[in-house]
Every structure is written in structure tokens, then in C-alpha cells.
């Protein structure tokens, strides 16, 4: 099968290679080709447009930053579906993509518009955004949660598989992204427990890695202090997934949370305690640097 591959960063670098490890043929674009360059080493082809993979591939993915990133690479000028639309004038179908899989994420409204105009033009769609961060992508150990029609997601689940450890469908287009929301707003909150234990720790005189590795088998386990905590202790800020796309998570779920009638106090200050951080100069960094505007010791 050839997939093409959309967004080739942190996370979406190491999907695609896992893609591509199980024996498919790849296309792929991003903005900055630099990024893309270590997968056209392993022999994957680098696509000039969105457009030019649309109709290059069998199966699209789909992993970019904002929601105006997914509307302008759908949606824009030589975007996937000018692509589409102008293969299917020319009658050119042989490598066409007809199967859309958006794994940003983004807006559920806008997952939506993808899987109708999809439908308009004889293709399907899934929003399948993920859960596990840049270790998650890299041991393809991440959680895909999917949105859109059963019969889909069963084309898809060989490739899904090949990058993740769970994959389940959720609900109609949409639902995958409404699911990362409810991720997000979860870890939301262990993001700033974990922090604040820390900073509690560390004025307490704790030895931290004694207490990470004590309260992480109890009550308390969960991926922040498995995963980030361990990097916060050794003073590493990289990116696993960096502030900004975490505020923009946030404010996707308290813009659905209001339209919804819901009031989410907690996830409120949580995101104003990151754009206090981003604010700080450490948009770039990994959301662990959260602890940052907890305490000065770290």
C-alpha cells in the first residue's frame, strides 16, 4: 500500500516510519523539507504540496499542528481536497486517496466538515488524534481514538496497529476529537498534580526519585509522574509535546465545554497557569516545564 503523510514533526516523524517499517510505500510533505529529510533517506517520496500527496497515495494521514493548519492542508490552495477534486476531473484514480485519516488535534466541527466534504467527493475520513506523546509515538505504544464509520476504521486498523496499542472507535466523525478533549482535560489536572508535588517535595527536602517511584505505585500513578516527572528531576524541558499545542488543546475544550453549557474551573486555571508559562519564554518547551511557574527552584 503507498500512505501518504502529512506533517512530519515530533510525533508524526516516527508514525510515519512505523508505516513504512511494515513494508508500505510512503508520500510525504511538510512545510520545513528538512524534517521530512530523514524519512526520504528510508525512501519515502517528498511531495511538493498537500495536493500532490492527495493524489499520490492510498491511505492519507494527516499530523500538523493548529486547527488552521488542518483547515488550510483539507481545505486551502493545492490542499488535499483541490488534489482530490482536480485527480477525479482528469479521471486519475489509480493512487488517489480515498481513505483520510486526521490525527491532529483539532476541532471536532472540523472534523466533521472533513468527513462530509470527503464524502462528497467519494472518499471517507477518520479523525483519530492520539495519546501518548513523543515516547508513545516513537515505541508505537500510542492510545488512536476515531471518530467515523465502523467499516472505515476496519480498512485502517492494519495501519493503526502498526503505530499504536489501542485503538477503538468512539462515535460518528467527531467523536475522536471529543474523546482527545476529555484526554486532555485529564491530564490537564495530573500535569499540575505532578508539578506541584514536586515543588512540595523538593522544599520538604525530599529526595524526588525516591518519592516519584513511591507515590507512582499507589493511588497516584499515572503517566505524568511515570513519564515527565523523571525529566523535570533531571532539568530536561525538550519537547515530548510542546506548551503551545497544549494551550491550544485546552482552549479547543473550554470553547466545546461552554458550548456544551459546562463550566470547567479547573481546566480554566490550568490553562492560565500555561499561558503564564508560555508568557515566560517556554512556549517551545515540553509541557513539564509547567513547574516552572510553581516554584523557582526548578
Known amino acids: ?12 516523524f516516527s508514525m510515519c516510519k512505523h508505516l513504512m517499517d511494515a513494508g508500505n510505500k510512503a508520500i510525504v510533505f511538510n512545510r520545513t523539507q528538512s524534517k521530512a529529510q530523514g524519512l526520504v533517506e528510508l525512501g519515502a517520496e517528498l511531495a511538493k504540496t498537500p495536493a500532490q500527496v492527495a493524489s499520490s ?23 488535499i481536497f483541490e488534489g482530490l477534486e482536480e485527480a477525479k476531473e482528469k479521471g486519475e484514480d489509480a493512487h488517489t486517496a480515498r481513505i483520510l485519516v486526521d490525527m491532529t488535534t483539532t476541532k471536532p466541527s472540523l472534523a ?12 471517507e475520513s477518520l479523525d483519530a488524534p492520539v495519546s501518548g506523546g513523543d515516547s508513545g509515538a516513537r515505541n508505537a505504544t500510542l492510545s488512536i481514538m476515531v471518530g467515523g464509520d465502523a467499516s472505515t476504521l476496519e480498512k485502517v486498523k ?20 471529543h474523546t482527545k478533549m476529555a484526554n486532555q482535560i485529564q491530564i490537564a489536572g495530573t500535569m499540575v498534580g505532578m508539578c506541584e508535588a514536586l515543588a512540595y517535595s523538593k522544599a520538604a527536602g525530599l529526595d524526588l526519585k525516591k518519592m516519584v517511584a513511591t507515590i507512582a505505585k499507589g ?3 499515572c503517566h505524568s509522574l511515570d513519564n515527565l516527572a523523571p525529566r523535570v528531576i533531571r532539568g530536561d524541558y525538550e519537547p515530548g509535546f510542546i506548551v503551545e499545542h497544549f494551550i491550544k488543546d485546552m482552549k479547543i475544550a473550554l470553547e466545546e465545554s461552554r458550548r456544551m453549557g459546562l463550566e470547567l474551573k479547573g481546566l480554566g486555571l490550568v490553562e ?15 509541557t513539564q516545564a509547567l513547574v516552572k511557574v510553581i516554584g523557582d527552584e526548578f
Open 1 to 12: 500500500m503507498k500512505i501518504g503523510w502529512i506533517g512530519t514533526g515530533i510525533m508524526g
Open 57 to 79: 497515495c492510498d491511505v492519507l494521514f494527516t499530523m500538523v499542528g493548529y486547527p488552521s493548519d488542518v483547515e488550510q492542508v483539507y481545505f486551502g490552495k493545492d490542499g
Open 112 to 123: 466533521v466538515r472533513i468527513y462530509e466534504k470527503a464524502k462528497e467527493l467519494g472518499c
Open 158 to 177: 492494519p495501519l493503526f496497529d502498526a503505530m499504536g496499542k489501542s485503538v477503538l472507535l468512539e462515535g460518528p466523525a467527531g467523536a475522536g476529537q
Open 219 to 221: 493511588a497516584a500513578g
Open 272 to 286: 492560565s497557569m500555561y499561558e503564564e508559562l508560555r508568557d515566560k519564554g517556554y512556549g517551545k518547551a515540553g
